[in-house]
């Protein structure tokens, strides 16, 4: 109903289709700045970890646009750098999932003139996070399964850049954060069950 409600406010705003694109985005980038309250027995959230994806959107030619964003990254509770770690090779199989929906906020084509166009964007969406240990029922205890999933917030910025009238490139940092919160693992202090920064650049196709 919620997703409904703000595609319809978009329209009503943007009525013509014709001052509409769609935006086709994959996208490959690194995390930074992760925290958890899971017990990340690798420290691999706070550390740089691959993530990939994709956005689909829907921009108009004016401020709004609305997006729905995917990313994976796996091994994301893992490191090969085991100093300070509780114990290396721990963890055997890790994951951390987003997908939601957002609302773009973009200059206007009028003035950046299909040069680089700077937007922000803000949402809500779905996080899972999911990590196996070795033992295969240590982290089990904790987790109350391999995985848990949170409502997510995410917010960022970037900027959009077409080299022809269809293709482009995409720059971005965007936040990720759970509404979910625990206590941590080791400090036993409330905090996010998850959060982190997503940098990423991908290939931008338009429709």
Do not use: K
Not at 115 to 122: E, F, G, K, M, T
Not at 135 to 164: H, K, M
Request: with cysteine.
């Amino acid at each position: 109903m919620a997703r409904a409600a703000v595609i319809g406010l978009l329209l009503m705003a943007c009525p013509r289709a014709a001052d509409a694109d769609w935006i086709f985005a994959p996208f490959i980038g690194s995390t930074f700045a992760g925290s958890t309250a899971l017990p990340d027995l690798e420290q691999g959230a706070s550390s740089a970890q691959l993530i990939f994806g994709g956005t689909v959107g829907l921009w108009t030619r004016g401020i709004f646009g609305i997006e729905t964003d995917f990313s994976y990254a796996p091994r994301f509770f893992e490191t090969n750098d085991t100093d300070g770690a509780i114990s290396g090779d721990v963890v055997v199989r890790s994951y951390a999932l987003t997908w939601g929906g957002n609302i773009v906020v973009a200059t206007p084509v009028s003035v950046t003139r299909e040069s680089l166009r700077p937007y922000l964007v803000a949402g809500l969406g779905w996080m899972r996070a999911s990590i196996e240990d070795v033992q295969g029922d240590v982290l089990e205890e904790f987790l109350g399964g391999r995985a848990r999933n949170s409502v997510a917030l995410n917010f960022g910025g970037g900027a959009i850049g077409f080299i022809t009238p269809r293709t482009g490139v995409r720059f971005e940092v965007r936040h990720f954060r759970s509404l979910e919160h625990d206590e941590a693992f080791l400090t036993e202090e409330s905090q996010s069950l998850l959060s982190f920064w997503r940098a990423t650049v991908g290939v931008v196709i338009r429709r």
